[in-house]
């Protein structure tokens, strides 16, 4: 199965990082942190991967030019401006009529993807996400006058699943996206759920998306160990 991976943004909120190079290609423990998302589709069994290239694509060909860890790797060009669901719908050649996975390259997980396919292949639907909640940033405190009557440490948010950026989808999602000006995020997957067309697979282990140092930080620490 095919393994789509976004990896052409900017990536300016770590913009410390991304001046030389594009944000999948930052450094986590000795290896850029695509290779660390490669890696775990690999060891799931899905080596067959897309590279959508962008901001400072040199820098990905170079990487993978000496090295393919066992893995087929394309690379592909998609624009240095072309937004989420514009890179996507220029793989459609590349795509064909099979269906296949896609992520960004920027999160990582723990994620059973053997079966999140299962729960795609079950449900029939021309799109899955895994939805998941990352733990609140601060705890939560109520109030009765001064009187604290409410006290809660940093815990999952009591209503927060979110997009976790891990999807199966087939390939008729593709005549959702207009052009490269489209953000994947928005108008496809929106009309994907008045359709009753988008499902989310439901996962509350390890997820980690990479959009701040603080996020950095952690990600390398939990990898570490």
Not at 151 to 160: A, I, M, P
């Amino acid at each position: 199965m095919k393994v789509i991976i976004l990896a052409g943004g900017y990536g300016t909120r770590l913009s410390e990082y991304t001046k030389a190079i594009p944000k999948p290609m930052i450094d986590i423990n000795g290896k850029p942190m695509l290779y660390h998302i490669m890696k775990f589709y690999a060891k799931h069994g899905f080596k067959n991967f897309y590279i959508a290239l962008g901001y400072k694509g040199e820098v990905i060909k170079k990487f993978f030019k000496k090295k393919s860890y066992g893995w087929k790797i394309n690379l592909i060009e998609t624009g240095k401006k072309t937004m989420t669901g514009g890179r996507l719908k220029r793989l459609k050649k590349y795509i064909g009529d099979e269906t296949f996975m896609m992520t960004y390259g920027d999160g990582l997980s723990n994620v059973n993807l053997k079966n999140l396919l299962k729960f795609h292949k079950k449900n029939k639907k021309l799109v899955t996400l895994v939805a998941v909640r990352p733990p609140a940033r601060f705890g939560v405190i109520k109030f009765k006058g001064n009187f604290v009557n409410y006290f809660k440490e940093k815990s999952k948010l009591d209503e927060g699943w979110i997009n976790g950026g891990f999807f199966v989808m087939e390939p008729k999602f593709l005549k959702f996206i207009k052009n490269d000006s489209t953000y994947l995020e928005r108008e496809p997957l929106e009309k994907l759920t008045k359709r009753r067309q988008l499902i989310a697979y439901k996962h509350e282990g390890f997820w980690q998306c990479v959009d701040t140092k603080r996020d950095l930080d952690k990600i390398k620490k939990i990898l570490k160990n």
